[in-house]
T-cell receptor, first 112, second 113 residues
Framework: QKEVEQDPGPLSVPEGAIVSLNCTYSNSAFQYFMWYRQYSRKGPELLMYTYSSGNKEDGRFTAQVDKSSKYISLFIRDSQPSDSATYLCAMSAYSGNTPLVFGKGTRLSVIA | DAGITQSPRYKITETGRQVTLMCHQTWSHSYMFWYRQDLGHGLRLIYYSAAADITDKGEVPDGYVVSRSKTENFPLTLESATRSQTSVYFC????????????FGEGSRLTVL
């Protein structure tokens, strides 16, 4: 079993829909959880960053962490065609010296 | 310009040739990373470096060599390229290995014939 599992999609939704992207993980030591967004032929960029359990909201984006279920989610409200990208979850156990572990990424298309 | 730059952006080579991908960052970040990204595998860590002259293996280090004589540079060398090394390579930098804010370059697309 991979440490981080993420459905690769592709996921196609109409403009304005609520999108839910998810990852599960097996390492209970993970404490830092991130979502990166990657546009076609570009490098990933950090979108959301959360520590431990709970929710974090930033505009149309909400990140949720449920450590008891080892499950993290990213919600996109009022999705736009500009949200079309690959979304990668990433996580780490320590803030100092352990590299991030990435999910494989979910490819999202928002259709106008 | 400030940031992280990779070169070349595109490279075609033949099996058995040596190839070096360059990475340069201007933030003086301690950590630098090399990933490869392949369909079905996502981002996989090849090597990373915590500081000049300190490097460590990632998930898929075989066939690759790195060095870091200066904080700002982290070249990746394929000593004898194989077709299985055809991929998109991303360099990244950060203040810490697991703090989350990785800054990625634009990628180097390598094709090995």
């Amino acid at each position: 079993q991979k440490e981080v599992e993420q459905d690769p999609g592709p996921l196609s939704v109409p403009e304005g829909a609520i999108v839910s992207l998810n990852c599960t993980y097996s390492n209970s030591a993970f404490q830092y959880f991130m979502w990166y967004r990657q546009y076609s032929r570009k490098g990933p960029e950090l979108l959301m960053y959360t520590y431990s359990s709970g929710n974090k909201e930033d505009g149309r984006f909400t990140a949720q962490v449920d450590k008891s279920s080892k499950y993290i989610s990213l919600f996109i409200r009022d999705s736009q065609p500009s949200d079309s990208a690959t979304y990668l979850c990433a996580m780490s156990a320590y803030s100092g010296n352990t590299p991030l572990v990435f999910g494989k990424g979910t490819r999202l298309s928002v259709i106008a | 310009d400030a940031g992280i730059t990779q070169s070349p952006r595109y490279k075609i080579t033949e099996t058995g040739r040596q190839v070096t991908l360059m990475c340069h960052q201007t933030w003086s970040h301690s950590y630098m990373f090399w990933y490869r990204q392949d369909l079905g595998h996502g981002l996989r860590l090849i090597y990373y470096s915590a500081a000049a002259d300190i490097t460590d293996k990632g998930e898929v280090p075989d066939g690759y060599v790195v060095s870091r004589s200066k904080t700002e540079n982290f070249p990746l060398t394929l000593e004898s390229a194989t077709r299985s090394q055809t991929s998109v390579y991303f360099c990244a930098s950060s203040r810490g290995a697991g703090t989350g804010e990785l800054f990625f370059g634009e990628g180097s697309r390598l094709t090995v014939l």
